[in-house]
């Protein structure tokens, strides 16, 4: 049984470090299914801080089941914005798009409390360094378009400080990541006057930019201005609705697919 298992809990944390890799994946499976609500905190804090020497055959595994864990039983939706966080930190490059957009709609889907502006002035200090993880500047975009106008008036958060520190990385990102920080751009010129001068210059290199994504995006946004009134423009780049909550079915079906492939292989 489940309390049976969690008497040697201490035991399966050690068996994280085994030699052999069945038996640290075994530990996983048995970490994961004996977490709850009392222990949830100390099994997500422990798995965390073994990614950071996990090898890349469970590494994938680890991310995507402490993202689960973070969001099945927190009880602080901070704590688990913190947990992934700190999964991209560690281990950027198995935070699957999915467990970012996860994210972004529980951020999203929780105006009550403060989970939104502690969202956003967490990732902005996240994306100020100038070497971070793609991961982080993608949320970071994604989360202060939505909810930066929250903190921008707090000390060194203000609209152009949002826009500083994400367009640093303007240089260093792939197309996808631009594309965000495109409408972001749009998003924050439309709220902060200050930001304007900043932006037009950058939607206008871009309207003819080879990635037909981006150009499309500079060409709207720039015309955007010229084509409607203030407050159609205002309109068109408030906030987005609440997401439609399917809880966690897209990460629980990943890992589904991901036992389904593990169990595949282990029987050929």
Not at 96 to 102: A, C, E, L, T
Not at 113 to 139: F, I, K, M, N
Request: aromatic share 6%.
């Amino acid at each position: 049984s489940a309390e049976g298992v969690k008497k040697h809990q201490a035991t399966v944390l050690v068996s994280l470090k085994d030699a052999d890799i069945s038996v640290r994946r075994r530990a996983l499976d048995l970490l994961f299914v004996m977490c709850d609500t009392d222990n949830a905190e100390r099994i997500v804090d422990e798995l965390v801080s073994h990614l950071v020497l996990a090898d890349a055959a469970i590494r994938e595994e680890m991310v995507l089941k402490i993202a689960i864990l973070a969001e099945k039983y927190a009880t602080d939706l901070r704590w688990y914005v913190d947990t992934v966080l700190k999964l991209i930190s560690i281990a950027g490059d198995h935070v699957s798009d999915s467990i970012w957009h996860r994210v972004v709609q529980i951020v999203t889907n929780h105006p009550q409390g403060d989970l939104q502006a502690y969202a956003a002035a967490t990732l902005l200090v996240a994306a100020s360094p100038r070497r971070c993880h793609e991961t982080a500047v993608r949320v970071a975009a994604y989360v202060l378009g939505e909810f930066g106008f929250l903190i921008a008036e707090r000390p060194g958060m203000s609209g152009e400080d949002q826009f500083r520190v994400l367009h640093q990385h303007w240089a260093t990102t792939g197309s996808q990541t631009r594309s965000i920080l495109i409408s972001t751009y749009a998003k924050l010129a439309n709220l902060y006057e200050e930001c304007r001068p900043l932006v037009a210059p950058i939607f206008a290199r871009n309207k003819n930019c080879v990635d037909v994504e981006i150009q499309q995006r500079s060409a709207e946004y720039s015309a955007m201005r010229e084509a409607f009134s203030p407050e159609a423009v205002e309109d068109l780049l408030r906030e987005m609705p609440p997401f439609e909550d399917r809880m966690q079915s897209t990460l629980e079906q990943r890992l589904k697919e991901k036992d389904g492939r593990v169990n595949a292989g282990a029987g050929s």
